[in-house]
Structure formats: structure tokens, C-alpha cells
């Protein structure tokens, strides 16, 4: 699976952005995705993810109620909008995809080591 992540860029706080993540290599319908975000100087964290069928959507407590996930299997891509940016939101930001079918836990679908494929990562920053 290749992973070609886009969108990111400068936004000042309270604004939004929408990140696509476009998917190659691999029947796209059949893969759980992920977005996880890394700061300078920080460990990688979980984001959201998104269910092979989009019905399932999973966030961490940070974006709840800013950032929503979903995804077109038709065009082999998943998005994040972000809104109401904050500059603790300023990361790169990756999507990435398990290479087999995820459990429907929060605990499985939020852990690094659950995604074997991983995009180059797009910057997001978010001036005060």
C-alpha cells in the first residue's frame, strides 16, 4: 500500500484545513486508515481513524468535536477536516493503514504499532 498525504500548510488559530491521504496498491475498501500527528520533539500520537466501511470513527480526546474523519472508497482516499485549530495542533500530520483488518477497540485502532503502512506526512501549522 502507498500513501501520498496532502493538504497541510499554514492557518492561523481558529481556522481549518482539510487533509486528504490518497491510497495505491491495494483494494482501498478493504483498509482500516489512521491519521496520527507528530510535534517537534514528541512522540507520534494517534488522531483518528476510520473504519473500512466508514461507519466506524475514532478520535482522541484532543480533536473531539474539531476534526472529523471519512473517507471515499470510490476515489481511494480518506480526509480529515480540522477545524477550530489551535497551535497545539501545529505537527505533521501521517495517515497510515494496517495490513490486516483492525479490531473495533479504540485501544487496537489508536496504536501506532496496529498500522504497517505509513504516508510521508504533511505539515500543519497553526500560528497564535
Known amino acids: 500500500v502507498q500513501l501520498q498525504a496532502s493538504g497541510g500548510g499554514l492557518v492561523q488559530a481558529g481556522g481549518s484545513l482539510r487533509l486528504s491521504c490518497a491510497a495505491s496498491?491495494?483494494?482501498?475498501?478493504?483498509?482500516?486508515m489512521g491519521w496520527f500527528r507528530q510535534a517537534p520533539g514528541k512522540e507520534r500520537e494517534f488522531v483518528s481513524a476510520i473504519s473500512r466501511g466508514g461507519g466506524g470513527t475514532y478520535y482522541a480526546d484532543s480533536v473531539k468535536g474539531r476534526f472529523s474523519i471519512s473517507r471515499d472508497n470510490a476515489k481511494n482516499t480518506v480526509y480529515l477536516q480540522m477545524n477550530s485549530l489551535k497551535p497545539e495542533d501545529t505537527a505533521v500530520y501521517y495517515c497510515?493503514?494496517?495490513?490486516?483488518?483492525?479490531?473495533?477497540?479504540?485501544?487496537?485502532?489508536?496504536?501506532?504499532?496496529?498500522?504497517?503502512?505509513w504516508g510521508q506526512g504533511t505539515q500543519v501549522t497553526v500560528s497564535s
Open positions: 497510515a493503514a494496517p495490513a490486516a483488518g483492525l479490531s473495533g477497540s479504540y485501544s487496537d485502532r489508536s496504536a501506532r504499532a496496529s498500522y504497517d503502512y
Open positions: 496498491g491495494r483494494t482501498f475498501s478493504s483498509n482500516d
